[in-house]
């Protein structure tokens, strides 16, 4: 089982309770880059995903930890290889790469339509990293083949 939470407003006793009700997949998504937090994310705070990450890892070591993001916002290439960084340091197990559609004309506009061959740079960069699993594609979600996630990132390396 696999669940996608929001970031409690940064109350850890809510995650703990999400934990502790035993998923075999803890999601919660970083979304961007912190430079594009205020922008994309302005009810959320980079900082605070982060710790919800870190205190996931924490305090149920046997559950595996994944974020997603999107590209296609205006981040860098180097925006991205930070996010992913960050994300190891918290602990995160498997990361999940998307292009940004805008969903409305509301919503923000595409900044860029990010090339298949970054992709799967962004992707190799994530696995030299540590994490047990990078999906990363123009088409992938936060969900994407979420049953395949946790296989992978819970088969032992060779």
Do not use: W
């Not at 409690?8 to 997949?25: E, M, Q, T, Y």
């Not at 803890?26 to 870190?54: G, I, K, W």
């Not at 960069?125 to 969900?143: D, E, T």
């Amino acid at each position: 089982m696999e669940v996608l939470t929001p970031d409690f407003c940064g109350h850890l006793d809510a995650v703990a309770r999400v934990l502790d009700a035993g998923p075999h997949v803890f999601n919660h998504n970083m979304e961007t880059a912190p430079r594009l937090y205020s922008r994309v994310r302005p009810q959320a705070d980079y900082q605070q995903s982060l710790d919800v990450l870190a205190f996931a890892r924490r305090h149920a070591a046997g559950v595996l930890t994944k974020s997603g993001f999107m590209v296609g916002l205006g981040e860098t290439p180097d925006e991205v290889r930070t996010l992913l960084r960050d994300l190891r340091v918290a602990g995160t197990d498997v990361a999940t790469i998307g292009q940004y559609l805008q969903p409305t004309r509301r919503n923000l506009p595409v900044a860029e339509f990010v090339e298949p061959r970054r992709f799967e740079e962004y992707r190799e960069y994530g696995l030299a990293l540590g994490f047990k699993a990078v999906f990363s594609g123009p088409l992938v979600r936060s969900s994407y083949m979420a049953d395949l996630v946790s296989d992978e990132a819970q088969r032992e390396p060779c």
